[in-house]
T-cell receptor
Framework: GQNIDQPTEMTATEGAIVQINCTYQ??????LFWYQQHAGEAPTFLSY????GLEEKGRFSSFLSRSKGYSYLLLKELQMKDSASYLC????????????FGAGTTVTVRA | EPEVTQTPSHQVTQMGQEVILRCVPI?????FYWYRQILGQKVEFLVS????????KSEIFDDQFSVERPDGSNFTLKIRSTKLEDSAMYFC?????????????FGSGTRLTVV
């Protein structure tokens, strides 16, 4: 089975930084994705890591340590529109790229 | 930017009826997926489809479910004899292994309500 854990909720102030952690234990590993999901909408792609290290993309960065089964998503200069659920997902197999999702972390940005 | 298109956006059906959810994946993608998300719960994998056949399915995807690619562009999920617990958001996705991060893209979803 696939086990992907992330905190349920986080709250932060506008302009601040928030780090969302994700730990995983999966049958295999073919990459880790972070998605943003607003209520009632589809997940939208934020980042992808397959090698260890930090990937930076504007205000969002994602880090991966395969040996520790650990990733984090860093959101900088938080804006009100960043209030959403953030989903950690692992592709466990190299064949068909299905994704196993964590339960998501709801981030609330306060003024 | 290429999109995955799903129709309808919302479907209400009576328990026991059959529904067909439709998806148009990104045209040059080769892998197609259905996921579902029950309200307040995590996104769950249902089935993946490649080369005109199912490549993997989850334990949720029982005989009640079927998928089809009836032509070169559409990808459908059929749910026979719907149950109340089938009420969920159903997402179609497509990907290509020739793109960075596989170009994994989700459609906007179909909200299925079984009454």
């Amino acid at each position: 089975g696939q086990n992907i854990d992330q905190p349920t909720e986080m709250t932060a102030t506008e302009g601040a930084i928030v780090q969302i952690n994700c730990t995983y234990q999966t049958s295999g590993f073919n990459g880790l994705f972070w998605y943003q999901q607003h209520a009632g909408e589809a997940p939208t792609f934020l980042s992808y890591n397959v090698l260890d290290g930090l990937e930076e993309k504007g205000r969002f960065s994602s880090f991966l340590s395969r040996s520790k089964g650990y990733s984090y998503l860093l959101l900088k200069e938080l804006q009100m529109k960043d209030s959403a659920s953030y989903l950690c997902a692992v592709s466990p197999t190299p064949h068909d790229y299905k994704l196993s999702f964590g339960a998501g972390t709801t981030v609330t940005v306060r003024a | 930017e290429p999109e995955v298109t799903q129709t309808p956006s919302h479907q209400v059906t009576q328990m026991g009826q059959e529904v067909i959810l439709r998806c148009v994946p990104i045209s040059n993608h080769l892998y197609f997926y259905w996921y579902r998300q029950i309200l307040g719960q995590k996104v769950e994998f249902l089935v993946s489809f490649y080369n005109n056949e199912i490549s993997e399915k989850s334990e949720i995807f029982d005989d009640q479910f079927s998928v089809e690619r009836p032509d070169g562009s559409n990808f459908t999920l059929k749910i026979r004899s719907t149950k109340l617990e089938d009420s969920a958001m159903y997402f179609c996705a497509s990907s290509s292994d020739s793109e960075a991060n596989y170009g994994y893209t989700f459609g906007s979803g179909t909200r299925l309500t079984v009454v």
